[in-house]
């Protein structure tokens, strides 16, 4: 079996990119995509901006690749939580609300996932085309679909749920209830002084209630 090697060169170019995103996600988890720029990225790295262009072509290149890290963040909790041995309803309601955690954690970088995209660059890939099943995000959709396939299978779901429509419909849930709490700082109470329960515990029950819509009723 051949095993590929990089080459020096090839390693202090990938330490170099490495850097410049790292120095990217600090200015814009502190001032979001209009904050971002080529030149403001070389204020706050060691790099000129004639560096910074020899790896990126472009901001829009820049946020691109910060969408993507924000995706991949979100398969790793994911697949962490599918990867444990706890029961299946549990794993499943943990996903719902840990994706909630990230993106409130990460408002930025979740509105910039979901920012359309330049009209010059076309729409971007959906569901069941290649580019979607490519992206991180096609593969974060994927991996919920899975999800909720597997309820379908072992019974915990209703058998008549179309996965890939059950799929939509939470993440729409999801998103729905992230777009709140980041639009709300005070979310879920309505005005700052409003007594309810907390975001983490309202989280939680926005988890158990997408999940018991799901799940089938045995007599």
Known sequence: MTVSVSSPAERRRNKIRARILSAAER???REGAVGLSIRRLAENSDYSPAAIYK???SKDELVDELKETFFELILENVHRIADTSTPFDER???CVATYVRIAVEKPYHYAAAFAGEA???GPAPVDGEPGFELSKKGQAFNVLRGM???GVENG???SDIDPSLAAKSVWASMHGLTMMVVHIPSFPALKADQATMSREDFILFHADQVIRGLEAHHG
């Open 27 to 29: 200015v814009f988890a």
């Open 55 to 57: 790896y990126f072509k």
């Open 92 to 94: 499943a309601r943990d």
């Open 119 to 121: 009209a010059s660059d």
């Open 148 to 150: 909720i396939a597997e």
């Open 156 to 158: 915990v779901f209703r």
